[in-house]
T-cell receptor, first 115, second 110 residues
């Protein structure tokens, strides 16, 4: 069964450094998402991406964040200058283009630790 | 986003059915009812969704009240692998994001 994959599984970085989290969505999917979950808290939406542009973003997704689909398979989340409060699990998700109600498929997540 | 209310936690015995309730009294006509679950240390996983009619799939059943102000996720025979946090989420047509609440933490007793 096809699945969303994410790399790395755990990333440790120092405050102020740039990080890039990588995701490979399911191959025929057209909509892509990033969510995050701070330890012990809710899963929070960050951004959705369709047709090579951001379709929706949350207040969390400020100028320090960017997303890119550099080729036909990868979907990346970049944090330009990490802060301690960016420490969280980051989940990538994708969904097929058909059906307004179609489900999102989530990856296993990348644990980002900012020290 | 319309709000959902779920119990914080529930327990069930292994191999028995589980009924997980969700109230969504402010649901709009174009809101789909989605259920996801999150197993320990994993990403959320889609379970089932519906609009008005009851739905069945290989994982679960979704019973939707006639006025759509509440729904119930039914696991027909719980296993230890079903221990997870279950989220009831309303997703409006044309709205991309899923808004997760705190969900119901389901514990399965062997």
């Amino acid at each position: 069964e096809p699945e969303v994959t994410q790399t790395p599984s755990h990333q440790v970085t120092q405050m102020g450094q740039e990080v890039i989290l990588r995701c490979v969505p399911i191959s025929n999917h057209l909509y892509f998402y990033w969510y995050r979950q701070i330890l012990g808290q809710k899963v929070e939406f960050l951004v959705s991406f369709y047709n090579n542009e951001i379709s929706e973003k949350s207040e969390i997704f400020d100028d320090q964040f960017s997303v890119e689909r550099p080729d036909g398979s990868n979907f990346t989340l970049k944090i330009r200058s990490t802060k301690l409060e960016d420490s969280a699990m980051y989940f990538c998700a994708s969904r097929p283009g058909t059906g307004a109600s179609s489900e999102q498929y989530f990856g296993p997540g990348t644990r980002l630790t900012v020290t | 986003d319309a709000k959902t209310t779920q119990p914080n936690s529930m327990e069930s015995n292994e191999e028995e059915p589980v009924h997980l309730p969700c109230n969504h009294s402010t649901i709009s006509g174009t809101d789909y009812i989605h259920w996801y679950r999150q197993l320990p240390s994993q990403g959320p996983e889609y379970v089932i969704h519906g609009l008005t009619s009851n739905v069945n799939n290989r994982m679960a059943s979704l019973a939707i009240a006639e006025d759509r102000k509440s729904s119930t996720l039914i696991l027909h025979r719980a296993t230890l692998r079903d221990a997870a946090v279950y989220y009831c989420i309303l997703r409006n047509f044309g709205n991309e994001k899923l808004t997760f609440g705190t969900g119901t933490r389901l514990t399965i007793i062997p």
